[in-house]
């Protein structure tokens, strides 16, 4: 029989999903600091793979994993087409909308410049507000952006918000929290429907 | 490296015009007739077409005055050209083989091959038996670990009408429907005013995929207004006559089914293979979508993807 192949986002969220799947009996070998990207569990026919996790969407949307283990957030910024079948609950942060402290939101009248690494959510949140934006993406340090004069605001994962008021910003506004998600190929659900369903059940009990 | 040579290529070509062939042959002994299509549609023709498809998949071209777009779906092309002029009684079997194209999001056009039948005027049982049965035939002639995900549309559009939504909260609930996002699905139907009992039902949905007829039982525990139970009672009918054809351990049932294309109303069905991660057939009953052009006439179809199933199909 086929393995169930599992797709773990690196960093924080992979290490707590090797916390939670060896919680329910599987893949103890399973090590996120270790240089080994993948590990086997025999006797469940689970296979985990550690990628980068804004990897984890292709590798479960071109079936070479079943499931994934990724944040919301990814979710949100990509076209997909995948089933999400279980908030996971860790992973919590939220996105928000930051700035400079105390300082008028606008540098001119009209146009709200934001840096983020987030275009695509960006967007779509300040259309729905009807406030007329320029996106300026950024691929790390986004704090910087309103410090150096790059952009009026930003829109990112803030989790305790301490990155932010190191660097004198603070939170405008909460859009929406986010968490890890475990998504699933279309196709594998279907064709692993018992596997992937036992899964959850198991995660499920361990929930409660 | 090695590079693909013509040689390689034009085997290639040759083997898959040969399955091409193979295919139209079984709609051809079947009765069903070609008909070729225009590359182009007039995007104000089909514009409740293409207000339920995501614009940026749509492939505009401009030709003077007009709008044009690449054709990006057989079966609306159909209907708009026969439907205006549909004569009484008539009874159609088509199929065609061309392609479609759609924009992906960084700008790339994809040129998707499509083969596939239309079954016009018939007694709806009848047609989407008989529909059913060739998709049915033709994913088991390439590959015999095929699935096949059945489900009628009418059972979702049953439950959403009892709940007097919004555009855009029926826009949401399906999307969350089609992506099986329980969790998301839980608390978006926790800030809608539904009745207990609908409530309920919508949280059922998920959960009836599987056996047919414990299915239908556990359904029935629940919210069921007419629409959903007419629902139930075609599948029950069809499961029958797939039963007989001895396709069952072939054929999932699943009433959160979605497709891509909303126009469906009735039987919706999704085939795939083993180790391919694109549908290869897609289709279902769509009279109310005839009805948009002028009337209401039986219509059933089905599109095979012919690049993935030359892939993958074994042939």
Known sequence: ?208 | MEYFRIEDELKYHGKRYQLEKEIEDMFMHEGYTHLELSAFENLDQLRSLYNKLKKEHIVKVYGGSDILVLRTDHTASIIKNLIPRWEPGLKLKLFYNSDVFRSSPNGEIKEIKQLGIEYLGEAALKADKEVFGLALQILNRYDQGFIIEVSNSKFIRGLIEAMALSEEEIERLKDLIDRKNRFELVEFSEGLDLPEEIRNSLLNLLDLQGDLTALVKQAEQNYLNPTMAEALAELMELKAFTDKLGYSQHVYFDLSLLMELDYYDGLIFKGYYPNSFKEIVCGGRYDSFTEEFGQKISAVGFSLDADELMEKGGA
Do not use: H, W
């Not at chain 1, 290490?15 to 996120?32: E, N, Q, R, T, W």
């Not at chain 1, 270790?34 to 793979?49: A, G, M, P, V």
């Not at chain 1, 995948?82 to 540098?107: H, P, S, T």
């Not at chain 1, 704090?143 to 150096?148: F, I, N, Q, R, S």
């Open chain 1, 1 to 208: 029989m086929d393995y169930l192949k599992i797709a773990l986002a690196k960093g924080r969220i992979g290490k707590d999903a090797s916390k939670l799947f060896k919680g329910i009996g599987l893949c103890d070998s399973l090590d996120p600091d270790s240089r080994k990207l993948i590990f086997k569990d025999e006797k469940n026919k689970i296979s985990f793979t550690y990628v980068k996790s804004s990897d984890v969407i292709t590798y479960v949307q071109n079936g070479v994993a079943d499931l994934g283990v990724v944040g919301k957030d990814e979710i949100l910024e990509r076209e997909t087409d995948l089933y999400e079948l279980y908030d996971l609950g860790f992973g919590k942060c939220k996105f928000a909308i930051a700035g400079i402290e105390n300082q008028k939101l606008y540098a001119k009248d009209q146009v709200l410049k934001v840096a983020t690494k987030y275009p695509k959510v960006t967007k779509k949140y300040f259309a729905a507000r009807n406030q007329k934006i320029k996106v300026i993406k950024l691929n790390g340090s986004v704090e910087l952006a309103p410090l150096v004069g790059l952009a009026d605001v930003i829109v990112d994962l803030v989790e305790t918000g301490s990155t932010l008021k190191a660097n004198g910003l603070n939170v405008i506004e909460e859009m929406f929290p986010i968490s890890a998600r475990l998504i699933c190929n279309r196709v594998s659900y279907r064709f692993k429907y018992q596997l992937i369903t036992q899964l959850l059940s198991a995660l499920k009990e361990m929930e409660a």
